[in-house]
């Protein structure tokens, strides 16, 4: 395990993937690497404290960063857990998609995150295979072989849950040129927006009323977009809409 810390830290000041296959030929690089991961498992060892696991850590928020990363950030409300560099330094993040087809959409590019210090919140950059957050009811986050594996949403992220209409169809979807958005609940001066895969808007809707209405698709291109209803300043509705012309 310390050796296998020891490539991961290494890794990280070369910015490569963490890997068991890894061979480390700079003696003298190996060497502080072993310091520093001694120091760190002293640490550890001396203070006898556990690790934050699901009941501590919370996704505060998800967000694109201007140069396209995804920017999750993640809190701790434990006051005595072993965090930080303080504790397990080689975890992934990940986020995966938890419908089919059930893919990883946007992980760390190396295995050298660690958990944010105790009460305290920390915001990572992750590299996305989609350039636009889905749902959130159809994703989680996961510290990868360490932590937690499905880390809870914040009441406070910008999807709730608890605030999502889920009585509600889109068809046809896939789609060719309209599609028919139809709701148990009638909306009352929505607004609608349409998101390629970059994030971009490319398609906006004022002041819905009612319970059924339809979108004119044809001038969008073939692909995949996302759909999202927003009343009362929160997002109500959260969908992929595929386009197949």
């Not at 000041?13 to 480390?24: A, E, M, P, R």
Request: glycine share 4%.
């Amino acid at each position: 395990m310390v050796f296998r810390i020891c490539i991961c830290i290494l890794n990280h000041f070369n910015n490569k993937k963490c890997g068991v296959s890894t061979i480390i030929s700079d003696t003298s690089k190996m060497k502080s690497a072993i310091i520093i991961v001694i120091a760190l498992s002293f640490s550890l060892t001396s203070l006898g404290q556990n690790l934050p696991d699901c009941t501590n850590l919370t996704v505060e928020e998800l967000s694109i960063d201007t140069s396209g990363a995804w920017a999750v950030t993640i809190s701790n409300s434990c006051s005595d857990c072993a965090s930080g560099l303080g504790g397990q330094v080689y975890c992934e993040l990940m986020v995966v998609r938890t419908i089919e087809p059930f893919d990883t959409i946007a992980a760390s590019n190396c295995y050298c995150h660690w958990s944010p210090n105790n009460n305290s919140e920390s915001t990572y950059l992750i590299t996305p295979v989609i350039f636009a957050i889905p749902p959130i009811n159809t994703i989680r986050v996961s510290f990868n072989y360490c932590f937690c594996e499905n880390i809870p949403f914040g009441s406070g992220l910008g999807i709730n849950e608890n605030s999502i209409i889920k009585d509600y169809s889109i068809f046809p979807n896939p789609s060719s040129s309209k599609t028919t958005i139809q709701t148990i609940t009638a909306l009352k001066n929505a607004s609608l927006t349409i998101y390629n895969s970059m994030g971009q808007q490319v398609f906006i809707l004022q002041n819905i009323s009612g319970d059924n209405f339809t979108l004119d698709l044809s001038n969008l291109s073939n692909g995949l977009y996302f759909i999202e209803v927003a009343q009362d300043q929160r997002a109500i509705i959260k969908e992929e809409l595929l386009i197949e012309n």
